[in-house]
């Protein structure tokens, strides 16, 4: 999991499929499962309480995540 106050915009993060498959269209997740990689794009408030992180995928499809959903990668 990653904690979203210490990312800064350009980082490259891994979603983790097992938890969001049962969320996302097939689409989405036949590309994340070829290439679970995406670039931090920016923000969205998806609920009073809490907001997701945009990602914008190897093939420029862009997708939010909750941070449970992500993990860094080693630089």
């Not at 210490?6 to 097992?18: A, F, I, S």
Request: charged share 25%; no cysteine.
């Amino acid at each position: 999991m990653v904690q979203a106050e210490t990312l800064v915009k350009g980082q490259r993060l891994r979603v983790d499929l097992n938890k969001v498959r049962d969320r996302l269209p097939a689409d989405l997740v036949r590309q994340l499962s070829d290439d679970p990689i995406g670039v931090l794009i920016g923000y969205k408030m998806v609920d009073g309480n809490s907001f997701g992180l945009v990602l914008q995928l190897t093939n420029s499809m862009t997708s939010w995540f909750f941070e449970d959903e992500l993990h860094l990668l080693a630089e």
